[in-house]
């Protein structure tokens, strides 16, 4: 193993992961009920089935041409913190939905405003990981929301795997060709 590769590793052995098994929790229209996000490399299993459609579009420029999420979503929140080196203001959210479920991921500003949204992700298809970085366009002290939901009428709810994570830097302090 190289000393490159042995340095990644070290630098993920400085984190642990928080590991959480989510059991679905109606919310409330006011927004009570909503789980916080609090930290790096947790890991939520959850579904859709059975929630309700809180937001039906997505209005901003920053999330232009996703337009209609019909499907009922799941909604997660978290503070933007600056200098919080266990939740960061650059986090990455990575979603493996269950075959057949083709989700859509975005966060808003503005609980189930859709006019709000500030990145939003559709790449795959049903059964697709997708991956969520949010960072430039958070604004440290601010609450916003994690939506998981659906725009595919024929694949509009499932289970899904969530894990919150973030890059982590890493300084190259040496390199030698062997």
């Known amino acids: 193993m190289s000393r490159f590769s042995l340095s990644i590793l070290a630098a993920f052995a400085g984190f642990s992961p928080v590991t959480s098994i989510a059991a679905n929790s109606l919310r409330s229209p006011d927004g009570s009920g909503i789980p916080e996000l609090t930290a790096l490399f947790q890991t939520i299993d959850a579904s859709t089935v059975g929630q309700s459609d809180f937001v039906s579009t997505l209005a901003s420029a920053a999330c232009s041409g996703f337009s209609a999420v019909q499907g009922p979503d799941v909604v997660y929140t978290w503070l933007a913190q600056t200098g919080n080196t266990s939740f960061p ?29 500030v990145a939003a992700v559709d790449l795959g298809g049903a059964g697709v990981m997708e991956m969520l ?32 994570s973030t890059f982590i830097p890493v300084e190259l302090q040496s390199f030698t060709i062997e």
């Open 89 to 117: 203001l650059h986090l990455d959210f990575y979603v493996t939905p269950q075959p057949g479920y083709d989700l859509i991921v975005y966060a808003l500003s503005g609980l189930d405003d859709g006019a709000t949204c």
């Open 133 to 164: 970085h949010v960072d430039e366009q958070l604004i440290p002290g601010h609450r916003y929301y994690l939506y998981i939901d659906s725009r595919n009428s024929s694949a509009i709810e499932g289970d899904f795997h969530l894990l919150v």
